[in-house]
């Protein structure tokens, strides 16, 4: 077996798998592909270090119906690993083509390792409350969150070999009679560099705009908790942080009148810098927090959008 591969339909991740491919190329001494559905990024990602790249070409305009082209590529290949962006549509894919060729799969991984002539992965259990360690022998397959790591720059002069394979993905007793896009009312807050998030410390929505404001002088999106988006509605799902919601990777993220349940510091965790505001000082998010103040937000966060905006 020969070759680190990796696939996701989002060529921003498959760039990001890219610098874990790069990672497992120095320690196995393997070439790494992409396998891609966009030809147009073909010298985009051999100058990020891809020595072969893949297109698959078809008709089919979902991404999970290529599962059994990226098995047919991966087995001729001879894959020792292949990486697959954990979003919905790259877990199908990576679990049907894992069946397919009988493969173990580890879902999920935050790192991943050659160990001893196998990939060793760690990944959240229990909600965040513990790491699990998982060993699998080659070939592996691993999905791999999305952010888990930076894109992989871009280097001059490299040449690197790029085919293309006819898919046929003629449907297979499966078909869509419908469509219907999810309408998102704010920016996509887990890409965001600073983030200000809100929760059960606001006694009614009109106050939010305490925290608007914040976020407006430092350039930052609005994030909450659960209870923030789903239990009251002030905020749109798609702004609730947390274990089965966003998972946010800011330089900054402010949490305010935020207990810090671990729930929704799972969806924060890999943030450079916490800073917690609570009038609690025994709060969880304390624990989780690179800074912190103890003090009423009502009090808080008008002093510190003032002294950012110079007043």
Not at 213 to 229: D, H, M, N
Request: proline share 3%; net charge negative.
């Amino acid at each position: 077996m020969s070759g680190i591969w990796i696939y996701s339909e989002d060529s921003v991740i498959a760039k990001e798998l890219l610098t874990a491919g790069l990672e497992l190329k120095a320690s196995m001494g393997q070439s790494v592909g992409v396998i891609t559905l966009a030809g147009d990024e073909q010298n985009a990602f051999i100058a990020a270090g891809a020595d072969k790249v893949c297109i698959l070409k078809g008709q089919n305009p979902w991404p999970e119906s290529y599962a059994g082209a990226v098995a047919d590529v991966v087995s001729k290949e001879q894959a020792s690993v292949l990486l697959v962006g954990g979003t919905l549509r790259g877990k199908d894919l990576a679990a049907n083509a894992s069946a397919a060729l009988r493969t173990g799969l580890v879902t999920d991984a935050l790192t991943i390792q050659y160990v001893n002539n196998s990939i060793e992965t760690t990944r959240l259990v229990y909600g965040g409350l513990a790491i699990q360690t998982e060993v699998i022998s080659l070939p592996a397959f691993v999905t791999v969150p999305p952010r888990t790591y930076r894109e992989a720059p871009a280097m001059t002069g490299r040449q690197g070999e790029v085919f293309t394979v006819e898919v046929d993905t003629i449907a297979s007793g499966i078909s869509i009679s419908n469509v219907c896009p999810i309408i998102r009312e704010g920016a996509d807050i887990s890409t965001a560099n600073r983030v200000v998030g809100v929760g059960r410390g606001f006694a009614k929505r009109e106050d939010l705009a305490m925290a608007e404001k914040l976020a407006q002088a430092i350039g930052a999106e609005i994030g909450c908790t659960r209870g923030i988006a789903e239990d009251s509605h002030w905020l749109p799902s798609e702004c609730y942080i947390g274990i089965s919601g966003q998972k946010v990777k800011a330089e900054l993220y402010i949490a305010a009148g935020i207990s810090g349940q671990v729930q929704h510091i799972v969806g924060v965790r890999d943030s450079k810098i916490i800073v917690a505001i609570d009038t609690n000082e025994k709060a969880p998010i304390f624990a989780a927090a690179d800074y912190g103040i103890v003090g009423d937000l009502y009090e808080v966060l008008p002093l510190l959008a003032g002294a950012m905006e110079g007043k």
